[in-house]
């Protein structure tokens, strides 16, 4: 009798112990799969002053949640928010309106990447700034410590300028740093610089012990067709230009991602589409064929992808008059339950 209590108990502990171990760790790959379809929002929104004077409102997840997006991205313009007179805290109501906002997001079960987009700041002078950019990840990682994991961080959208390839790696490695300090497993989305340009991912040196990473690129080739009209290019005269999905035109995306994934496969990290999209100003037609081609394009790959953005100039949604940009809808999610009879395909 005895000796069977103990056979018994010792089953019991070993399986205890087998199904421990066999149970994996959240693997970077596969989180970065299930990201899925997200969406760029709230950089320019006036919901960072008040909220209700912001376009943004909680309904909007709601929306996107049945549009079948799974994430949104979010920008945030914070430096404005924060002041070196009291060591960079940032301001209590920016905080709360941040934290507002990732609930609604949670309660929608949308994944939340939080994104710095201070990238022109750094660029412009990155000594004079890096102070602050890394006092922002502190507080940061400290507020969000206790976050669910499906709330990830994006220290630095598009480093650029003045913010060279080689000085990105040794501050990003120092933000990183910083966020491993209480947030030790969480997912950190890291790009290249040059604008997360996939012609720079070469250039991209990672902690090689950090696994909890995914490399994020932006893709807005070609850029005379994506920013046609785009002021802060300086290409408000340069407009007319069209995409028309050519054998050529589509052979062009699928080699630049070829050469993304094969970097990603070398190097053994998961990669992020985190941005793409074509700007107002060019022909909506082409606009759809395009972000279509792109987002297909991705998908092959295996990659998630954000879509650059919900409101705005490239906006798939249309805040103002309360509706989706439905040929954009259609393109990122052709089946789309929010989609219009009419705009079915
Ligand atoms: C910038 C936006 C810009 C977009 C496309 C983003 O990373 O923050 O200002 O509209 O790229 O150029």
Redesign the pocket.
């Known amino acids: 009798m005895d000796s069977m209590r103990f056979w018994g108990w010792m089953c019991i502990f070993l399986f205890a112990v087998v199904a421990g171990s066999a149970a994996p760790e959240a693997d970077a790959f596969d989180q970065a799969r299930k990201l899925g379809r997200g969406v760029?929002l709230l950089?320019y929104d006036r919901v960072w002053e008040s909220r209700e004077r912001g376009r943004f409102k909680p309904k909007h997840f709601q929306l996107l949640k049945n549009a079948g997006f799974s994430r949104v991205r979010i920008?945030l313009y914070s430096f404005r928010h924060m002041s070196n007179t009291n060591g960079w805290a940032l301001e209590a109501q920016w905080l709360d309106t941040l934290d507002w906002i990732i609930d609604a997001a949670l309660e929608q079960k949308l994944k939340v990447i939080l994104d710095l987009?201070e990238?022109a700041v750094l660029g412009k002078d990155p000594a004079a700034n890096k102070e602050q950019f890394l006092a922002f990840w502190r507080l940061i990682s400290d507020h969000c410590q206790k976050r669910p994991d499906d709330v990830w961080f994006e220290p630095l959208?598009?480093p650029s300028e003045k913010l060279t390839e080689e000085l990105w790696n040794g501050y990003f490695a120092e933000a990183l740093k910083i966020i491993r300090e209480k947030n030790p497993k969480r997912m950190v989305v890291v790009g290249p610089g040059h604008?997360n340009s996939i012609d720079h991912l070469h250039e991209l040196v990672l902690p090689e012990n950090d696994r909890n990473l995914i490399v994020t690129v932006?893709y807005?080739q070609p850029f005379e067709f994506?920013?046609q009209g785009?002021a802060?290019?300086n290409r408000q005269d340069k407009l007319g230009v069209s995409w028309d999905g050519t054998t050529e035109q589509r052979a062009a995306i699928k080699r630049d991602f070829d050469k993304v994934a094969a970097w990603g496969k070398k190097n053994n990290r998961p990669i992020f589409l985190g941005?793409f999209?074509a700007?107002e100003k060019a022909d909506i037609a082409a606009r759809e064929r395009y972000t279509a081609a792109v987002a297909r394009a991705a998908e092959e790959q295996g990659w998630s992808w954000a879509y650059?953005?919900f409101n705005?100039?490239?906006a798939v949604y249309d805040a103002r008059q309360g509706k989706w940009v439905e040929p954009i809808l259609r393109a990122l999610i052709p089946r789309s339950p929010e989609l219009s009879d009419v705009a079915k395909p």
């Open positions: 760029n950089s920008n987009h990238f959208n598009e604008w932006h807005y994506t920013h785009a802060w290019v941005e999209g700007y650059w953005e705005g100039g490239f």
